[in-house]
């Protein structure tokens, strides 16, 4: 994978609550076509794509597959035991690079971007039927910020408060190219993505259909401890 090249100033900075930051339109389109092409070759494996299965018996609507540590409800791993066994692929640099630089860019806090390490990604696929409910990303070991990266068809994303998956909660469209980062006092925030606008995405992102959505993440696990869980 080529490295990125420097990012222009897009200039647009939207802070939803405490600590959660809209970047609307932060991704260039190159940029979306070279994650899309990514994200092909990673859902092939070494751990494919899928539908996680829930402690309930039932699966996510939405198809994932992870990078650095392999996520199941709930926890974190390196082997993904819950489907084949194989060690999920590393989480490349030039990735953990463009998750400093939104962190950078939302935060306006070098120091904050330059310490910000993350170790995973969770990328999900989104089809015109898939949904994501209420939750918390709490397996970490750490409150560093999450930093989430959209392609393709926009959606609603919701998010909620730190205590309960009830109101008070505000309802943002996120569309292809768009960076969201929530950390601070958000970092623990209940949040969602109840609804896709199928169609409204750009073919020329080399996505045909649906949603592409990468989420970065600093864990906070050492070496092959494992998560919570």
């Not at 309930?56 to 489907?83: E, F, I, K, N």
């Not at 989480?91 to 400093?100: I, N, Q, S, T």
């Not at 918390?136 to 919701?158: H, K, M, N, T, Y």
Request: glycine letters at 10%; proline letters at 8%; aromatic letters at 8%.
């Amino acid at each position: 994978m080529i490295p990125f090249p420097e990012l222009p100033d897009r200039g647009t900075r939207v802070e939803i609550a405490p600590g959660a930051v809209h970047l609307p339109g932060w991704l260039t389109l190159e940029q979306q076509r070279e994650l899309v092409a990514a994200g092909r070759e990673w859902a092939r494996g070494p751990v494919p794509m899928r539908h996680t299965k829930l402690a309930t018996g039932g699966v996510m609507s939405v198809q994932t597959v992870c990078l650095g540590w392999h996520w199941q409800p709930y926890r974190y791993s390196r082997t993904a035991d819950d489907v084949n066994g194989a060690r999920v692929a590393e989480l490349p640099g030039w990735l953990a690079d463009l998750g400093r630089r939104a962190v950078a860019e939302a935060y306006d806090d070098p120091a904050a971007a330059a310490a910000y390490a993350p170790d995973t990604t969770l990328i999900n696929y989104y089809d015109r039927d898939a949904k994501l409910g209420m939750h918390q990303d709490r397996e970490e070991r750490c409150a560093a910020p999450v930093v989430s990266l959209s392609i393709g068809d926009r959606c609603v994303f919701r998010l909620g408060n730190t205590t309960s998956r009830n109101r008070p909660w505000r309802d943002v469209e996120l569309a292809s190219g768009d960076a969201f980062v929530f950390g601070g006092p958000s970092r623990f925030a209940y949040h969602a993505v109840p609804r896709l606008y199928p169609g409204t995405g750009d073919p020329a992102t080399g996505l045909g259909s649906g949603r592409l959505n990468l989420t970065l993440r600093q864990t906070g696990l050492e070496s092959d401890e494992p998560g919570p869980g």
